[in-house]
């Protein structure tokens, strides 16, 4: 999210799909320029990081032996800049990033120039795939679009439709014990806030009521049940641990309540079937 202006205060309330998606398209594309500077060294131009603890996919491996993503076809929910699907195409995989903000996409097609390996990309909504049936094997989020989408269920059966039998979804998200904490690294993150089991969204709204930035919470168990509704099977589910020596401290992700709780789930589900 943005620095948040002193007209804009932070609520949960109630707020549609429709609503949550053209505050954070608004958003991204203000903060784009900032998250790619602040963010854009760690993450790598060619790097697939799952969250602010710095795990690689190259060590936890959740899309399966990187030796073996050669030929695959692969789908980015709120790709960014594309470092992740970047990394993917020089393992030899074929990426396809989606984001809902324009600017960050501008972002992502400098760094295709720079580097020379290029992710195609489209500007659209995860709960809406412009994709035929059965098109990718793997599905992938690092925290992108998940959190920032009303209609959940509505974007994990898209997803079911885009995978071909046999694939996999995998997806990064805030860990949901961390919405009953405060959004702080330090000691004032240390205590629960408020309640786990309250689903009401975090609103940054204006003075008139305007939504300007909106996240969804769902619990372990809520996500849990997406999955299994759509026809997923659950794989894994990973909480990586802060690694030691790790100091960077990124939004409310640091060393201190890094040590002490897990920052990121990642859930990693597959079809029935067998990839071909
Ligand atoms: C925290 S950034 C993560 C970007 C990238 N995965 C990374 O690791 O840098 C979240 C991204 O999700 C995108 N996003 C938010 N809501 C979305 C939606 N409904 N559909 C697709 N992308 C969305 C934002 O525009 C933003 O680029």
């Known amino acids: 999210m943005t620095t948040t202006p002193d007209s804009v205060r ?25 998250y790619q500077r602040t963010h854009g060294d760690f993450l790598g131009d060619v790097g697939f990081v799952w969250g602010p603890e710095g795990h690689r996919e190259a060590e936890l491996q959740a899309l399966g032996d990187p030796g073996r993503l050669a030929g695959r076809g692969v789908l980015e929910l709120g790709s960014g800049a594309g470092q992740c699907s970047r990394w993917l195409v020089a393992q ?6 989606l984001d809902l903000s324009e600017r960050q996409l501008q972002h992502s097609r400098r ?11 489209v500007c659209a909504t995860a709960t809406d795939l412009p994709f035929a049936p059965d098109s990718f094997d793997i599905v ?4 992108g679009a998940l959190q920032f989408v009303a209609d959940a269920d509505l974007m994990v059966a898209a997803v079911a439709r885009v995978l071909r039998p046999g ?13 009953s904490m405060p959004d702080d690294p330090g000691p004032e993150g240390l205590k629960i806030a408020s309640c786990y089991w309250d689903r009401t969204p975090y609103v940054e709204e204006d003075e008139d009521g305007t939504p300007r930035y909106v996240e969804h919470h769902r619990t372990l168990g809520d996500w849990v049940a997406l999955l299994s509704d759509a026809g997923f099977c659950l794989r894994a589910l990973l909480e990586p641990q802060w690694p030691e020596g790790h100091e960077r401290v990124w939004g409310g992700w640091g060393p201190l309540r890094g040590r002490l709780v897990p920052g990121t789930a990642i859930f990693v589900a597959g079809l029935p079937g067998t990839v071909t």
């Open 167 to 179: 694939g996999t979804f995998a997806f990064s998200i805030t860990h949901p014990i961390r919405w």
């Open 92 to 97: 030899g995989a074929t990426a396809v990033g």
């Open 10 to 34: 932070p609520v949960r309330r109630p707020v549609s799909e429709e609503a949550s998606r053209r505050a954070n398209r608004a958003d991204w594309d203000a903060y784009a320029d900032e």
């Open 111 to 121: 760094i295709d120039e720079g580097t020379g390996i290029a992710v195609p990309s």
């Open 140 to 143: 992938f989020s690092s925290f």
